[in-house]
């Protein structure tokens, strides 16, 4: 099992989780961001920092966002397991079911 972030993060890419990963395996797309289901330890650390509640533990993830655990998944397709988002940056391979979301109304 694993954290999921679902729609809330869409466009707003706050990162306050990011500083808080204490293992660096939440990565940043062009339009969210996503937790590495292998490289996540489960300490939940993110979850309580997250101003807009996009951060479930995977079975608590609403039904309605449940298509992000997927899309969580699927955005490391291709990138495989880096062991660790700093060293990689910022990247260019949101899900097809992301990138065809229209833009986000801002959550400030």
């Not at 306050?16 to 339009?31: K, N």
Request: net charge negative; aromatic share 8%.
């Amino acid at each position: 099992m694993t954290y999921v972030i679902a729609q809330p993060c869409v466009d707003v890419l706050d990162k306050a989780c990011i500083e808080e990963c204490p293992v660096d395996c939440i990565y940043e797309g062009d339009r969210m961001l996503y937790i590495h289901p292998d490289e996540c330890v489960d300490c939940g650390a993110c979850e309580p920092v997250c101003p807009v509640e996009a951060i479930y533990y995977e079975d608590d993830v609403p039904d309605e966002w449940k298509e992000y655990t997927k899309a969580n998944v699927d955005f490391f397709d291709e990138l495989g397991s880096p062991g660790g988002a700093s060293k990689v940056g910022k990247v260019s391979a949101d899900p097809a079911v992301i990138k065809a979301l229209p833009p986000q109304a801002s959550h400030e």
